[in-house]
């Protein structure tokens, strides 16, 4: 069995190319024999005719019929022909043998036609190369109406003999072409696979950490070309979704490290004395509790990505309305604004009959509220609205905080992203993945969620969902 593409493109091109040869060889075969055979019958019928001709004009000058059919033979002037005139009882009036003797035997007269010439192949001595090609007519001459038999004959070795030539020659020429052709194929296939050879080479030094590196593009408008420019942007996406690992891995560490490092703090200095009081050690515990719960969250949200990322997370799909999920979670928010003497308001809230996951659809809603609310200055206003626009429902989830800087919106949805640092010190500060997942649940129900206004008077965030999910 071949092993190698070159190898196999050159049989197949060698096979291609022999059957090619094979069926012209035995077209041009198969129409030169049938033409050679068709000029020495149209030879034949022609001195039949000329016969003819010559039998009725010296009839005509007075000739006896033996006298004639001898004068019409010895005129017989092609040099491979043969000819016989016998009367009508089968007797032999006159011969002439051409180049060679013939003994050629009349065949029955009852089944020589009248009007037409029988054509047929005789051999001679059973030599199949002196096969003789036999022409026999019967006529009636006038004046007289005197009945002639004329057989005339040609041998068929000069016609045999090109043939064989042919075949010589395609015996010859088919095994020398087709091993040029083998030849010729393999080099092109070589030449023609070489950039493939190269991208192997170049894909071998191709690891983990040197992704950025890219593939040798000889001709992009090829098939190779695209090939290797396909390859490459493989290479690229692999590179940026390794890198994002990278970064997701190193964010990770970091957000799981904070919390940690505060616990260990937290025990390490309350179990410095022997002697502590009752409230010292209820302090550190309720530290401990915080950022437990903090821990227990960013786990919780990274096992969710985590799953999804996979596309093994279920979706729990049924009906419901989405204006009495924002009712639910703008009370939620409310808790979580009074802390800061802001306000959540609704406005404009249609009954939307929709079909999905409550409880993901209430932590995307939960999310961007609770996003809101941390960056909603002292006696600020949340606003949640919803409206139906087209196919459409719209979500508008609007703070009235310091916004977000022109530099972070493309960024403000990646995981463990935050657009100003310093607020990750506030007391429950997040890690940075609400916005990624809301983006991801407002997705898995076939919607998005984009940041459509932000500057120095606060960010808008709209959540669109189809409204034919919930019909």
């Known amino acids: 069995m071949i092993n190698t593409v070159r190898g196999r493109l050159t049989l197949w091109y060698v096979s291609a190319l022999a059957l090619i040869l094979?069926?012209?060889?035995v077209a041009v075969?198969?129409?030169?024999?049938r033409a050679l055979h068709r000029r020495v019958d149209h030879a034949l019928r022609s001195t039949l005719?000329?016969?003819i001709t010559s039998l009725t004009h010296d009839t005509q000058e007075g000739q006896s019929p033996q006298s004639a059919a001898q004068s019409t033979a010895a005129e017989l002037s092609h040099p491979q022909q043969a000819m016989m005139i016998f009367d009508d009882s089968g007797q032999l009036l006159a011969t002439h043998p051409g180049e060679e003797e013939l003994h050629i035997q009349l065949p029955d007269r009852a089944t020589i036609p009248d009007a037409d010439v029988d054509l047929y192949t005789v051999a001679n001595h059973g030599n199949a190369r002196s096969n003789h090609r036999i022409a026999v007519r019967r006529v009636t001459i006038p004046p007289a109406d005197t009945p002639y038999i004329i057989l005339a004959s040609q041998p068929l070795r000069p016609v045999e003999d090109e043939l064989e030539s042919l075949r010589e020659i395609l015996y010859l020429a088919t095994p020398v072409v087709l091993l040029v052709a083998g030849f010729g194929g393999w080099f092109l296939a070589r030449q023609g696979l070489a950039p493939v050879a190269a991208m192997a080479r170049s894909a071998r030094q191709i690891g983990a950490g040197s992704l950025d590196q890219q593939l040798p593009v000889v001709n992009p408008r090829d098939e190779l070309g695209q090939l290797a420019t396909t390859f490459n942007d493989l290479l690229g996406r692999l590179n940026a979704a390794f890198e994002e690992q990278r970064r997701f891995m190193a964010d990770a560490s970091h957000e799981l490290?904070?919390?940690l490092s505060v616990m260990s703090t937290a025990a390490g200095v309350t179990l410095k004395k022997e002697h502590r009081a009752e409230e010292e050690y209820r302090e550190a515990l309720q530290i401990v509790a915080e950022q437990t719960r903090r821990l227990s969250r960013i786990v919780n949200d990274m096992f969710m990505l985590a799953r999804?990322?996979?596309?093994r997370?279920?979706?729990r799909k049924r009906t419901l309305y989405l204006d009495d999920l924002l009712e639910e979670v703008a009370r939620a928010g409310a808790v979580l604004a009074a802390d800061r003497s802001a306000s959540v308001k609704l406005t404009s809230l249609p009954e939307a009959i929709f079909h999905g996951d409550e409880d993901l659809l209430r932590q995307m809603f939960l999310n961007l509220v609770d996003n809101a609310v941390k960056f909603t200055p002292i006696d600020?206003?949340?606003?949640?609205s919803l409206e139906r626009r087209e196919a459409d429902y719209v979500l508008s989830v609007t703070d009235t905080g310091p916004g977000i800087p022109a530099e972070a919106r493309q960024h403000i949805f990646e995981r463990f992203y935050r657009a100003d640092r310093t607020r990750t010190k506030a007391e429950d500060g997040g890690a940075g993945l609400g916005l990624a997942i809301a983006r991801w649940i407002a997705r898995a129900h076939d919607g998005d969620i984009e940041l459509s206004d932000s500057g120095g008077v606060g960010a808008e965030f709209i959540v669109r969902l189809p409204v034919t999910n919930g019909n």
């Open 313 to 315: 997370y279920p979706l």
């Open 22 to 25: 094979v069926l012209f060889g």
């Open 380 to 384: 600020g206003a949340v606003t949640l």
């Open 29 to 33: 075969y198969v129409l030169l024999s």
């Open 49 to 51: 005719e000329i016969s």
């Open 308 to 311: 999804a990322d996979s596309g």
């Open 257 to 259: 490290r904070n919390p």
